[in-house]
């Protein structure tokens, strides 16, 4: 704990900025980086709490204070707070940075109870692609979206500058990825059923089963960890997780941008795996393709024509996302299950290959798109302004 010494000492420091402003304004460096750590603090609080989240719900019954919705509703509070200072001071955000941040907040505190209610009416929700999950997750892309807008605009060139935004954007990459973690635990989990085994508790199966109207076998056991369409996953990863890859490249400006932002998000993932699975919890496929589709929207970004870019980096980067995916299921598949003495255990979700043309025409259209933004407006980092607030007056 802070010492009362301590904590006096940044009260004193702290309260001077807590004046009235209007977003935008000029905003110390000191402060700046307490806001946007702070925003690390919050996102890191909030991404623990995901992590366990998934896993915790293909193994026990639902229960609103569950240890990892308890994680994620304290980060929740700390980004809630920063809502709160970027819109009552203005420091730290311009005006287009604070409405992502407070509408994003806004939609994630409406969903919140909304995903209550709906639990309470229907019970166990079956599938993480919900409209009141969805919510949770638009919530959370506005907000993080504000947040890489005010720290791009503001932070001042360097180390620190870029090594920030690709934390931000592994965050970002992480929240749109999320609900696709149904299909990773979903297909271990099916799997395991296969091979005689269950990771889930009987009151969680049995629940899930009453709720399909069926008795606990393999068609209520898909039912319960493969809800959705074989495309949606690919499909989705590509068009969305890719976009935000392309993205990330295009705002941090450096050479294996967009592979570091995946491996960073794909690191945490292979990290918490042994620390999820062997205290007992339901493993996940890894989406390691993240990292190769990820180096491929990299090596694209050496064609300096933009468009003429987008087109050769959609094909080679939706094509090494679906060949990774591929090469997942035939070798990754059998390593574990020679790991887990369990034959047959698939290492990626099931794979739609037909339907990679339609996630590459959605990926040209998203990767066109940023290119003609972040070109048309060649948004550069503005830097901090200098200090304007007073040192605490003396007497």
Do not use: C
Not at 12 to 25: C, F, I, Q, S
Not at 137 to 153: K, L
Not at 318 to 328: D, E, I, K, S
């Amino acid at each position: 704990m802070k010492s009362p010494a301590t904590l006096k000492k940044a009260a004193a420091w702290a309260l001077p900025y807590w004046t009235r402003g209007e977003a935008g304004r000029d905003t110390p460096p000191d402060l700046f980086r307490v806001l946007y750590f702070g925003w690390l603090v919050a996102l890191t609080l909030k991404l623990l709490g995901s992590a366990w989240d998934v896993s915790w719900h293909f193994k026990w019954l639902r229960d609103d204070l569950a240890p990892p919705h308890l994680l994620n509703s304290a980060g929740t509070a700390v980004a809630v707070a920063l809502t709160l200072i970027h819109g009552y001071t203005g420091y730290g955000v311009d005006k287009k940075a604070l409405k992502l941040i407070q509408w994003g907040t806004g939609v994630f505190l409406v969903a919140v109870p909304l995903d209550l209610i709906n639990h309470r009416v229907n019970g166990l929700d079956i599938t993480s692609w919900s409209p009141s999950h969805i919510m949770l997750y638009v919530g959370t892309f506005f907000m993080i979206a504000g947040v890489i807008r005010g720290w791009f605009m503001g932070a001042p060139p360097g180390r620190e500058r870029t090594v920030v935004l690709g934390a931000f954007f592994a965050f970002f990459l992480e929240n749109v990825h999320f609900p696709e973690q149904h299909q990773e635990y979903g297909v271990l989990s099916l799997g395991a059923w296969d091979n005689k085994a269950t990771y889930a508790e009987p009151i969680l199966l049995q629940f899930a089963a009453d709720q399909m109207n069926r008795p606990i076998d393999r068609e209520m056991m898909a039912g319960f960890t493969l809800p959705v369409p074989d495309y949606l996953y690919p499909v989705y990863a590509v068009v969305v997780g890719l976009s935000v890859l392309v993205l990330a490249r295009r705002l941090i400006g450096r050479s294996g941008a967009a592979t570091l932002v995946a491996a960073g998000y794909v690191g945490f993932r292979t990290v918490i795996w042994p620390l999820l699975t062997f205290t007992g919890f339901p493993p996940s496929a890894l989406p390691f393709f993240l990292v190769v589709a990820g180096l491929l929207v990299d090596v694209a970004f050496l064609v300096r024509m933009p468009y003429v870019r987008a087109v050769l980096g959609t094909v080679v980067a939706t094509a090494a996302a679906y060949g990774a995916l591929v090469v997942q299921n035939a070798v990754m598949g059998p390593v574990y299950g020679a790991l887990k003495g369990q034959e047959g255990l698939l290492g990626a979700p099931p794979l739609a290959t037909s339907s990679a043309v339609w996630a590459g025409i959605g990926l040209l259209v998203a990767w066109l798109a940023i290119e003609a933004l972040t070109g048309r407006r060649r948004a550069q980092p503005v830097g901090t302004p200098a200090p304007v607030v007073a040192a605490p007056a003396t007497t």
